[in-house]
């Protein structure tokens, strides 16, 4: 365990710049006037910082010892550094006596440019209410090789710290993108190499029935309401996912997991 040292900048109290780091927790607005995020957590920011991400300052503790990890990022990283209070420090990772760094990571721009149209299949989700789910999406996303995430409509913010911890860190491995609705998105790819997949308790098709190998857009609905009706509109098929038991229904995280697992399979049963 060591102090870390070598601060570009040291913050005492609860002034002005902590109080716009503090902002990046719960105002959404502030964090994408900003441009930024927080990343809490050792395994969201070791991705972070294993891949380049770039950070606006990288957060440690004035008065507490940090283990080795915490030390060797903190000296390897070339992002600006400030150290705080410890107290303050685990207000912003938002887990007590426990937070050795905290990362303000630079939101990405919303550019399609950043989906690979090559790998596995793009998951869209409309109108999303739980940031949870949404890293939860992202964790799937990169456990069963899909290509990226698309969020439309008005929606629960990617970036939520709540929705990066949910992650796990894949929302830093993961091309997240924002989009207002099908037009826009269907601008970003071709139409007629891509297939519309929505997701539906009502859906006409079967998941095996589904060539998940071609490029494909799963679409998933709100939590609640399921797909709106431009969606319906925009898909060229649904599916639905058969289930027994008490349960009236699939947690939209769930659900898009299971189509991304057979996406999977069928790439890597046709060798792709």
Sequence with gaps: ?????????????????????????????????QQSFLVQGVRPLTIALDREWPLRVLLGPLDREVSSWAAEAWRHSTAPKTLMPAELLDELGEKADVTELVGVAEMPADDPERLPTDAGPIVLIDRATQPRNLGMLARSIDAFGGAGLIVTGHAADPYDPQAVRASTGSLLAVPVLRAEGP?????????????????DETGERELRELDLVRPTVIVLGNETRGMSSAWWEACDTTVALPIVGTASSLNVAVTGSIVLHEALRQRIDAGV
């Excluded at 040292?5 to 716009?20: K, L, S, Y």
């Excluded at 503090?22 to 105002?27: E, S, T, V």
């Design 1 to 33: 365990m060591q102090r870390l040292d070598g601060a570009d900048e040291i913050v005492h109290t609860r002034n002005a710049t902590f109080q716009q780091l503090h902002a990046l927790l719960g105002n959404r607005t502030k964090r994408h006037r």
């Design 183 to 199: 037009e826009q998105v269907q601008e970003w790819f071709e139409r007629g190499s891509w297939q519309y997949v929505g997701t």
